[in-house]
Structures are given as C-alpha cells and as structure tokens.
C-alpha cells in the first residue's frame, strides 16, 4: 500500500470526522438556545399575564381610571408577546363576566391599540392566524373588522369560512345577513351552536334576518334558522317551520322534525 496514499485517506477520514462533530455540536447549541429562549418566553408571557390581569382587575372594578390603566399598559415595553398575552387574557376576562365590565374590557382593547395585533392577524396567510384574529375583533364588537370577514367567506379553508360566518353573525346579528353573500358550505353543529351562544350572549333584539335562513337552499343554514326560532321563541316564523314541506337529507331533516314536534306541542298550548 502507497504511504502517500494512506497519509492522505487519514486526514479526509480525519476532516470528515471533525466536519461532522462539528454538525453535530452546532446542532446541539442551536437546540440549547432555542430552548433557552422558548423558556424565556414563557417566563416573560408569565410576568406579563400577572402585571396584565392585575391591571384589567382594577380597571373592570374601579379601582384604576381607563386613563391610568392605559399609562401602565404602555409603560410596558410594547412587543408581539405582550399583545398576544393582553389579547389573550381581555378574552378571557370577556367571556367570564358581564354587563358593564364586559364593555370596559372592550374599551380596553380599542384604546390601547390591541385592534392592530388582531388586524394583523387576519392579513396573514396562516389559516390559525386569521381564525385568531376574527375571533378577537368579533369577541370585542369591532365593527370596522366586519369587510374584513366578509372577504374570507372567500378563503380556501373551510375552517376560516365557518369563524368568517360566526364573527359576522357575533357583529351584527340576523340583521347583517342581508350584507353579505350566505355560506353555500354546510354549518357543522359545533359551528351552529357557537352562532347561537353569540346571538344569546351579545343580546341581539332584532332576528328580522332569520327567513333567510329558513328560505336558503343551503339545507345546514335552514337548520340553523329553525334552531334560532325556536332558542329565541320567533312566533313569526313557525306556521312556515310547521309548513316546511321541503325534502332534506337525514343529518339535517331529523333535528329538524324534532324542532317542529316541539313547536307544535307550544303552539297547542
């Protein structure tokens, strides 16, 4: 065998060998770091909740003026996380309460600026991400997001089209079904119960939208109308309920023969 040749195979052995230690070292730093910093986040997103809640505690009660609240959010150092923190616990806090402390929180949310975080949300091209961002603008009843959904009826995932077709709904009830182009997609029973507790929850007087639920072609829609008729006691619309005479397929004619036995028992009373 050539010693030259030898000599020269043990150092591409040799360099391939450190090459690959250090991939390897590299790799194990990168992950160390990565999981440094995913603890530090979650350390900071912590700190934040707490400084957060306590500042929405006594604002919602009256302990701190809407001015003095919002001097102590912005002294905070403004970030991604911290709107993602605050957004998330107004949320929370919203869902929890009512009446006046509900409105104080959305307040909150319009003056310190949180609607950006969420308009952004809805301009990107994460599915998530817009589904995240209908649910906070609608939550809070902001009512210049209401083009934005409008426009993701449109989006290819059928996810983003149901929370478009809640948040709608969630920002101007029954009545705001005349604004827009109805679903042509089936409204699953999880996406349809979530319609009806927004309806109940945001206190919505008027249902003057509902026959064009009951009068679509989209059968999951005329379901939905049904079942808003008869949670919210419509009189107005239950000779056409009993009277629907339309061939439907099981999943959808069998609550709804249901709504109309029940209908039919309270209207013989």
Do not use: C, W
Request: charged share 25%; aromatic share 10%; glycine share 4%.
């Amino acid at each position: 065998m050539n010693p030259a040749n030898t000599s020269s195979d043990n150092h591409i052995l040799l360099y391939f060998g450190l090459t690959i230690s250090l991939i390897l070292i590299g790799i194990a730093v990168a992950m160390f770091v990565r999981r440094r910093m995913r603890s530090q986040l979650v350390k900071n997103a912590e700190v934040y909740q707490e400084i957060i809640e306590d500042i929405l505690f006594r604002l919602m009660f009256g302990k701190l003026s809407m001015e003095e609240s919002l001097k102590l959010f912005r002294a905070l150092k403004q970030s991604n996380l911290l709107s993602k923190v605050t957004t998330q616990s107004i949320i929370f806090l919203h869902e929890n309460y009512s009446g006046k402390q509900r409105e104080i929180l959305e307040d909150f949310f319009v003056l310190s600026d949180l609607t950006a975080y969420s308009f952004k949300k809805i301009r990107s091209r994460k599915a998530a991400d817009i589904i995240s961002g209908i649910r906070y603008l609608s939550t809070m009843n902001v009512r210049e997001a209401f083009e934005f959904m409008k426009l993701e009826l449109e989006h290819p995932n059928d996810d983003v089209k149901k929370e478009a077709f809640i948040g709608l709904v969630a920002l101007q009830g029954m009545e705001g079904l005349s604004f827009f182009k109805l679903p042509v997609f089936p409204i699953d029973d999880i996406t349809q119960e979530r319609i009806l507790n927004q309806l109940k929850n945001k206190r919505f007087t008027s249902f003057a939208g509902v026959h064009l639920l009951l009068y679509a072609e989209n059968p999951s829609l005329i379901l939905l109308g049904a079942r808003i008729t008869e949670q919210f006691q419509l009189h107005a619309y239950y000779e056409y309920i009993l009277s629907f005479d339309k061939e439907l397929q099981p999943r959808y004619a069998v609550p709804l023969e249901a709504i109309r036995e029940r209908i039919g028992k309270e209207t013989r009373h």
